[in-house]
T-cell receptor, first 113, second 116 residues
Framework: AQTVTQSQPEMSVQEAETVTLSCTYDTSENNYYLFWYKQPPSRQMILVIRQEAYKQQNATENRFSVNFQKAAKSFSLKISDSQLGDTAMYFCAFSGSARQLTFGSGTQLTVLP | GAGVSQSPSNKVTEKGKDVELRCDPISGHTALYWYRQSLGQGLEFLIYFQGNSAPDKSGLPSDRFSAERTGGSVSTLTIQRTQQEDSAVYLC??????????????FGPGTRLTVL
């Protein structure tokens, strides 16, 4: 079974600064996908960024980028130029041969004005 | 529709009553998932429908929980004889093609269930 661990229950960052959210996972599979989802107070889960395990290049989406370390089973999210709208719960998730997502416990990020 | 929709948005029920939660996936999406989000357990997988195949029910917590998907589209999650520990937000998600290894899931806004 896969497990996903987010060790930072809460984090805060000043507007316009950079913040990194940590995620580690455990799996015996070689081909899988990793995701970061954002959940604002509206409850709507929104995909932020995804990474295919077979790709060595780290994924980037505008202000969001990941640091994927396959050997270390680490998948951190960096948010640059933080904005007030980035305030949300962030979930790291794993998808492998079983198509359903396995989620971490989440990190509540607060962007301070 | 433009996205995954769920109804009702909120549901309050009394212990012991049955409830039905509905999910309308994105048109054309062949895979549909149900998850539960609760304070104590985080986000848990419940059940997964993949095209016309038998669903993966491995995440259902008890036999009080069941789900069906009619015509490969709308899905209903039924909880019988509700208990207070069933109180949670129930999230539905769909993805384009379960055979695709990419598998981006699009989530609905969830149904908040409160069992008194």
């Amino acid at each position: 079974a896969q497990t996903v661990t987010q060790s930072q229950p809460e984090m805060s960052v000043q507007e316009a600064e950079t913040v990194t959210l940590s995620c580690t996972y455990d799996t015996s599979e070689n081909n899988y996908y990793l995701f970061w989802y954002k959940q604002p107070p509206s409850r709507q889960m929104i995909l932020v960024i995804r990474q295919e395990a077979y790709k060595q290049q780290n994924a980037t989406e505008n202000r969001f980028s990941v640091n994927f370390q396959k050997a270390a089973k680490s998948f951190s999210l960096k948010i640059s130029d933080s904005q007030l709208g980035d305030t949300a719960m962030y979930f790291c998730a794993f998808s492998g041969s079983a198509r359903q997502l396995t989620f971490g416990s989440g990190t509540q990020l607060t962007v301070l004005p | 529709g433009a996205g995954v929709s769920q109804s009702p948005s909120n549901k309050v029920t009394e212990k012991g009553k049955d409830v039905e939660l509905r999910c309308d996936p994105i048109s054309g999406h062949t895979a549909l998932y149900w998850y539960r989000q609760s304070l104590g357990q985080g986000l848990e997988f419940l059940i997964y429908f993949q095209g016309n195949s038998a669903p993966d029910k491995s995440g259902l917590p008890s036999d009080r929980f069941s789900a069906e998907r009619t015509g490969g589209s709308v899905s209903t999650l039924t909880i019988q004889r509700t208990q207070q520990e069933d109180s949670a937000v129930y999230l539905c998600a769909s993805s384009r093609d379960f055979r695709s290894s990419y598998n981006e899931q699009f989530f609905g806004p969830g149904t908040r269930l409160t069992v008194l």
